[in-house]
């Protein structure tokens, strides 16, 4: 979620309450059921999929969940081949909204999405006309309790780090999409322990929404869409106006 208004700190215990109910598990399936698929199921010879188990185990994911992961991505699990597809969108008053997910039946993602957008006033948009609105970034998050800014900021810098924000307790630092490895390896040679990497869509502007009820709307349909199975990844460009935080339904 893009800003730093209480909303992102909602968002931030909510991940939290996602990791106890097993959520970030199926996330964390996803992407390395997509690696293996896209590069093989050996780790030390797929970067993307190293760093999918990396993230994995940084939530304390169980190794028979990582190894079935990997097998349901080479497919020797059989069943159907998992793809990896984009859906945009626009929710109330034009959000945009990008949604990353991984599935082995497109027919049935596409009716959801396009069901779970008509029924929150939206629409699903045709590609492209959302995703020019984002830039493609590496993300690394690393606790900001073990490190102070000014030392992180010195240290991600160095290793090729475009910018690094604090957000909440953690420390975001932001890099190209090209140099996310790069960067993520560095650090850990330095002796920083980092909580995840990953690639992220960053909206190049937000729309702060100021309408408690446009508010919800747009709360719904962004959680619809998270807590739906085959998502990896939401990405979208809302702030909620300071003044409506205590209003919203906890």
């Excluded at 730093?4 to 992407?31: L, M, P, Q, T, Y």
């Amino acid at each position: 979620m893009a800003g730093h208004n209480k909303w992102s700190k909602v968002k931030h215990i909510k991940a939290r309450v996602d990791a106890i109910k097993g959520r970030v598990f199926s996330k964390c399936a996803h992407e390395i059921a997509l690696a293996a698929r896209a590069g093989g199921g050996d780790p030390a010879a797929n970067a993307r999929l190293r760093t999918a188990i990396e993230n994995a185990k940084a939530v304390s994911m169980p190794k028979d969940n990582i190894d079935r992961a990997i097998k349901k991505g080479t497919g020797e699990l059989g069943g159907n081949a998992i793809q990896e597809i984009t859906y945009e969108g626009y929710g109330p008053a034009g959000i945009a909204f990008l949604i990353e997910m991984a599935t082995d039946n497109l027919n049935r993602s596409a009716a959801d999405i396009r069901s779970f957008f008509t029924k929150n006033h939206g629409s699903v948009a045709t590609p492209g006309s959302v995703s020019y609105q984002f830039d493609r970034k590496g993300e690394i998050r690393l606790s900001s309790s073990e490190i102070d800014e000014n030392h992180i900021m010195d240290a991600a810098i160095e290793a090729g780090a475009d910018d690094v924000r604090t957000d909440d307790d953690e420390h975001i630092i932001f890099t190209a999409p090209n140099e996310l490895g790069t960067v993520a390896n560095a650090l850990r040679g330095a002796g920083i322990s980092i909580l995840s990497e990953k690639h992220i869509s960053l909206p190049q502007s937000t729309t702060v929404i100021t309408d408690l009820t446009i508010a919800r709307q747009v709360i719904k349909l962004h959680d619809q869409l998270d807590e739906y199975p085959d998502t990896v990844n939401v990405f979208t460009n809302f702030e909620i106006d300071d003044a409506l935080l205590d209003q919203l339904d906890p």
